[in-house]
């Protein structure tokens, strides 16, 4: 099975500084990768995905994402970070299901806080 | 239109209560999907339709019935709850089950059981 691990529960940044959200994977074969962000009772938005092609991948809301297939790696980051980005942002791959279709397996979820 | 919407948005019920879930999507997508959510948490699998079929069921206990009248409709069935299965409930859809591209989700019902 896929899977993908957040190693930060939380990241604290101040707004305007640079910010990264870690992810790693875990797969067999190419990996689908998505980036995810859940504000408070709220549904999950669709920020980036990698599937194949260029390693830096441009999302919603300025963010981007490397692939880096070396490290296993798949790092959310922004160059700039806004109080609004404060949210809850998971990691997933899409995983392949024996019975047909495919489903998402989020990492754990790291919580991004960005102070004044 | 590139909404799925959920309704409600809030759900109390009690043990003994039969309630259900409804999803909606007008995107033609044709792979539906129930997630179940706890505080803090990663959503986790319930339920795939495939095409209007039930293809993946992960081990959902049957208290948690599913149905998908239709390509644009899918429901979910609660009858004898626990209050541990009090959780944000997300319905997600994608153009098609094989396929890499993105899934949409609702806003969630946020169901608590008392």
């Known amino acids: 099975a896929q899977s993908v691990a957040q190693p930060e529960d939380q990241v604290n940044v101040a707004e305007g500084n640079p910010l990264t959200v870690k992810c790693t994977y875990s797969?067999?074969?190419?990996?689908?990768l998505f980036w995810y962000v859940q504000y408070p009772n709220r549904g999950l938005q669709f920020l980036l995905k990698?599937?194949?092609?260029?390693?830096l991948v441009k999302g919603s809301y300025g963010f981007e994402a490397e692939f880096n297939k070396s490290q296993t790696s798949f790092h959310l980051k922004k160059p700039s970070a806004l109080v609004s980005d404060s949210a809850l942002y998971f990691c997933?791959?899409?995983?392949?299901?024996?019975?047909?279709?495919?489903?998402?397996?989020f990492g754990t979820g790291t919580q991004l806080k960005v102070e004044l | 239109d590139t909404e799925v919407t959920q309704t409600p948005k809030h759900l109390v019920m009690g043990m003994t209560n039969k309630k259900s879930l409804k999803c909606e999507q007008h995107?033609?997508?044709?792979?539906m999907y129930w997630y179940k959510q706890k505080a803090k948490k990663p959503p986790e699998l319930m339920f795939v339709?495939?095409?209007?079929?039930?293809?993946i069921n992960e081990s959902v206990p049957s208290r948690f019935s599913p149905e998908c009248p239709n390509s644009s409709l899918l429901n979910l069935h609660l009858h004898a709850l626990q209050p541990e299965d009090s959780a944000l409930y997300l319905c997600?859809?994608?153009?098609?089950?094989?396929?890499?591209?993105?899934?949409?989700f609702g806003q969630g019902t946020r169901l608590t059981v008392v």
């Open positions: 797969v067999s074969g190419n990996p689908y």
């Open positions: 990698y599937i194949t092609g260029d390693n």
């Open positions: 339709y495939s095409y209007e079929k039930l293809s």
């Open positions: 997600a859809s994608s153009p098609s089950p094989d396929s890499g591209t993105k899934a949409f």
């Open positions: 997933a791959v899409r995983d392949s299901l024996t019975g047909g279709g495919n489903k998402l397996t």
């Open positions: 995107m033609g997508h044709r792979a």
